[in-house]
């Protein structure tokens, strides 16, 4: 039981620290306190915490999380508010601290410590963070919280009627889902040419709408037998369920959106590179092999 509770409390804890980190990048390159107002987004998850605590045990629930939903309501408008004023001062940002080689981080990494012991015209660790270049600083942020995602839900305490094998399908359904969400939000953002602001807006709406994947636990967690077999005559989404969330989340959640805005910006922007045209063809690929699938399921059905 005490090792639940502090999961729990853990997991929390650490979804808030995440939130802060960016709501104090906001403040530093808006150079506006007022946007210390975005904590008021983590009482959700204040609140949530004290009920799930005191009903549940700290025990999530089954096919939603309520805790992770509210994580990306209080740190997605926070990724929102950066990459637009990195899009819109692109050509006015100074000179930063990059963190793309080893060399640049190494460099990075000794400044950090003179700046800690106190050694002579050492930077103030705050500044020294702040100086890192806005692309790299956006990145690791999306990084974390993908990460921090994944974390979370594993460290979360599991639920009634989940077990320990749809856990862990879960959590690598969860690890190839980052993966290509990250994988699209960097690299698109980067194709999109002519500073255009409403392609920008797309783009980071397509990844908001793909990131609601994952409160949602439909993709493993299986209904139980006995109420299968309570309404055999049906059903299709009674048997077919998990197949069909998989393939609704797959054509409306991620490979379909995201084909969409890639294929767009290879016609719009005349943008044609290998990487791109690869995930382009890979997300037509998964997009009509689950449209197949669907006709499968579908006609093994009516047979």
Known sequence: MLVKFTCAVVTRALFILVSLIGVWRVTWVKRD????????????LVIEMILTLRRRKGKDYKWFSPAILFFLI??????WILELHHEQNKSTNTKCTKLDSSDDIRAFLDEWRNSTNGSGNAQDPLRLMSSVCAND???ALQQIVLILLIVGKW???IS???TRDEMSQLLLIFVGTAADILEFISETLSDVREENLTFVYIILAVWTLSMLQFPLHFSVVNTKLEDLSESQESHLLSR??????NIIGTLFLQDGPFFIIRFTVMMYFGNFHQMLVFF???NFLVVMLNIYRLWVIWIDNRS
């Open 74 to 79: 209080s740190v997605i408008p926070t990724i």
């Open 280 to 282: 382009t063809i890979k």
């Open 33 to 44: 306190p007022s946007y210390w107002f975005l904590t008021i987004l983590y009482l959700p």
């Open 240 to 245: 077919h369920r998990i197949d069909i969330w």
């Open 160 to 162: 009634g009627g989940v």
């Open 137 to 139: 600083w956006i990145l």
């Open 155 to 157: 460290l979360l305490p």
